[in-house]
């Protein structure tokens, strides 16, 4: 008999949808209250709120249609990006357009894969520096709070392959703390405009969010200008081979140009807090699923043992990480740290049977279609080993939905730049924890997902933390 797998919490769907005036309430704290049982089982669901008509996709033709066939019809909704401007400015992630599509032009060269190996060097050197640390506490067991040290972690090795430049534990507390509170304060910015409110502006929050971001982005600007008016002075030196420098060098070929300081900063921003923050999510949610898993952290240790040696500075060790990935995987799958991708209408459409106005807002959710019960078998469950199963049982039920079932990075023209990055970031930091560590539950501690920029524990990931050594 198979043993059953493990089925994480979060938040249980409620048997209908509640009222609007409810839904205010409920979702300042997460996106994902409210969500309803209909909600895991519909191809499309509407709501009429009093800011706007928003429209939920989950079948896989219409959101193949949202996102790739029919993006131009279905720009990114400027509602998030409206919380997100004065940390992001005039990003990638907040752009539309030609002018979205010339930054994407100027910044793929950097993501290209021979570029990443470049930069593989410094994510190593942040994995290193994360096992002394998690060391020097000791042999435990240490009870440890996942999201900080894997926010650390990955706010580290995003800035070693951005800059050059490593994160020191008080810069790492700093820019935890103030992207914590910008996280947290986000969803209240976006909520009055959906509920008609728009004359509603909560200031004093609107006052602490951009005090966050204005923190955030000086400890960027402090790193960025040495070597951006290096560049600009022509210095053959300016620096050293990281993906600022592709930046630096990237030109537009029809008009020569490349990124000005402010556009510089807007775009190492974006890297940085989006890269960074959904990064710390989806390692924090591995962890504690190996965590509850010991059959399946102990093959990860077996894996690493031999797939991951210490001294070597060669991304191609990853591809012997096959379980580590795909732990990586399923993790994205059940807990995707982007689990709401807006888009709007623009122009009036018509989906199944129903007639969108312009400007509606259309909804695709990752977070749903990923935990879909007419999309996957057993979909609660944590189960990396269904990619590896020739058994159709553990498949999404059809190719089509197989392809566009799973979307933890989107799909189409603005499919997350860095999804290689994160993949190779990913089976590095779980190797290397599996490899030095063992991670166990805290007793009585159940982490509670929470829906804001990304998706977190609204009570943070405690594991008990043990050296291998010790427990040999």
Not at 119 to 142: D, E, F, I
Request: hydrophobic letters at 45%; one cysteine or more; aromatic letters at 8%.
């Amino acid at each position: 008999m198979v043993a059953p797998k493990f089925c994480p919490h979060y938040p249980a769907p409620v048997e209908r949808r509640p009222p609007w005036w409810r839904m205010f309430f409920s979702k300042q704290h997460s996106w994902l209250d409210g969500l309803y049982v209909r909600s895991y089982t519909m191809k499309m669901g509407e709501l009429h709120l009093p800011g706007l008509d928003l429209y939920m996709v989950n079948e896989p033709s219409l959101v193949k249609r949202v996102l790739v066939s029919e993006a131009d019809a279905f720009p990114k909704s400027d509602l998030l990006g409206q919380a997100l401007r004065p940390l992001l400015g005039d990003s990638i992630f907040t752009t539309h357009g030609e002018q979205w599509r010339q930054q994407r032009a100027l910044m793929e060269p950097a993501f290209e894969a021979a570029r990443v190996r470049h930069v593989y060097g410094h994510m190593q050197a942040a994995a290193q520096a994360m096992v002394a640390r998690l060391r020097a506490r000791g042999q435990g067991p240490s009870f440890i709070d996942m999201e900080a040290e894997m926010t650390h972690v990955a706010a580290d090795i995003i800035l070693r392959t951005i800059l050059s430049q490593p994160l020191e534990a008080g810069d790492a507390t700093k820019v935890f703390e103030a992207f914590s509170r910008y996280q947290a304060l986000a969803p209240k910015m976006v909520l009055p405009a959906l509920f008609g409110l728009r004359w509603w502006r909560p200031w004093r929050g609107r006052a602490k969010s951009e005090a966050a971001a204005v923190e955030i982005r000086a400890l960027l600007v402090k790193l960025i200008k040495p070597r951006y008016e290096a560049s600009r002075a022509g210095d053959p030196s300016a620096g050293p081979v990281d993906l600022l420098s592709y930046l630096l060098a990237a030109r537009d070929p029809q008009t020569g140009e490349g990124f000005s300081f402010e556009e510089l900063v807007d775009q190492v921003a974006m890297l940085f807090l989006a890269g960074h923050e959904t990064s710390a999510s989806a390692l924090s949610w591995s962890l504690h699923l190996m965590a509850q898993s010991p059959d399946i952290q102990e093959r990860m240790h077996d894996e690493a043992e031999v797939g991951l040696p210490d001294e070597s500075c060669d991304p191609s060790d990853l591809r012997a990480l096959v379980l580590c990935r795909n732990v990586f995987k399923e993790t994205l799958r059940l807990f995707p740290p982007v689990g709401f991708l807006a888009r709007q209408a623009a122009g009036p459409c018509v989906m199944r049977d129903k007639t969108l106005k312009a400007a509606a807002t259309v909804v695709v959710s990752p977070w749903l279609i990923q935990r879909h019960r007419q999309l996957w078998a057993r979909p609660d469950e944590f189960d990396p080993d269904r990619y590896e199963s020739d058994s159709a049982a553990d498949q999404p039920s059809a190719q089509e939905s197989s392809r566009v079932g799973y979307l933890p990075f989107g799909m189409g023209p603005r499919v997350c730049i860095g999804a290689a990055f994160a993949q190779q970031e990913a089976a590095l930091i779980l190797a290397t924890m599996a490899k030095h560590f063992v991670v166990a539950p805290v007793p009585g501690h159940v982490p509670k997902p929470v829906g804001r920029l990304t998706i977190r524990s609204g009570n943070g990931i405690w594991l008990a933390l043990s050296r291998r050594e010790a427990l040999s």
